[in-house]
């Protein structure tokens, strides 16, 4: 069976510091990975869409980054945070372009 | 670009009655498909049914049903026999093709349900 696992689970930084969430798929080869945030009592925004390992699209400016360096494995990242990127931030899979299935979450707050 | 809306902000039923949640959707695609997820309390997401635009039966997985009327852009979920841990809130999203060529979800804003015992 596939699991998804996402780190940490959650995070407090301040405002300008680096930040890098990771995401890690076990039990299907070569899916599609996603990148979406949540603001708190808000809807799901996708950020970042990988269909292969070293491709990544831009879906919305964040001032956040994504990087897919293993088939298995999802990187979002910024060097300089802003309180605005405070939220949910899930990653998700699919087998083509269908239904997406989505990990645990990382909650991150920025002071 | 495509839209997704769900007007109803939140619903309160009492268990083991049946309850409706609305989405009405905006598309220019002759082809598309719609989803429900539901996030409960903890923040979990889970898918729970798909349906695409070129079938006409509407999708049924277990206690969940759809009411996708096509001409008016609709897509109801139905939730029979509800039980308390029903409670959560219910997301409806539509599949979009980005200038790039590939996909993206897009979300309505989601409708609070709680199951009331």
């Known amino acids: 069976a596939q699991t998804i696992h996402q780190w940490p689970v959650a995070e407090i930084k301040a405002v300008g510091s680096p930040l890098s969430l990771g995401c890690t798929i076990k039990?299907?080869?070569?899916?599609?990975l996603y990148w979406y945030w949540q603001a708190t009592g808000g809807t799901l925004q996708q950020l970042f869409y990988?269909?292969?390992?070293?491709?990544v699209e831009s879906v919305v400016q964040l001032n956040l980054s994504a990087s897919r360096p293993k088939d298995d494995q999802f990187i979002l990242s910024t060097e300089k945070l802003l309180l605005s990127h405070s939220g949910f931030y899930l990653c998700?899979?699919?087998?083509?372009?269908?239904?997406?299935?989505f990990g645990p979450g990382t909650r991150l707050t920025v002071l | 670009a495509q839209k997704v809306t769900q007007t109803q902000t939140s619903i309160s039923v009492v268990e083991k009655t049946t309850v409706t949640m609305d989405c009405v959707y905006e598309t220019r695609d002759s082809s598309y498909f719609l989803f429900w997820y539901k996030q409960t309390a903890s923040g979990e997401i889970v898918f729970l049914i798909r349906?695409?635009?070129?079938?006409?039966e509407n999708a049924t997985v277990g206690h969940y049903s759809l009411n996708f009327q096509k001409p008016k852009s609709s897509i109801g979920l139905i939730i029979t026999a509800t039980q308390i841990e029903d409670s959560a809130v219910y997301f409806c999203a539509m599949r979009e093709g980005t200038p790039s060529g590939s996909w993206q979800l897009i979300f309505g804003s989601g409708t609070q349900l709680t199951v009331m015992p």
């Open positions: 039990g299907k080869s070569s899916p599609n």
């Open positions: 998700a899979w699919s087998l083509r372009d269908y239904e997406q299935y």
């Open positions: 349906q695409d635009s070129y079938k006409k």
């Open positions: 990988s269909i292969t390992v070293g491709q």
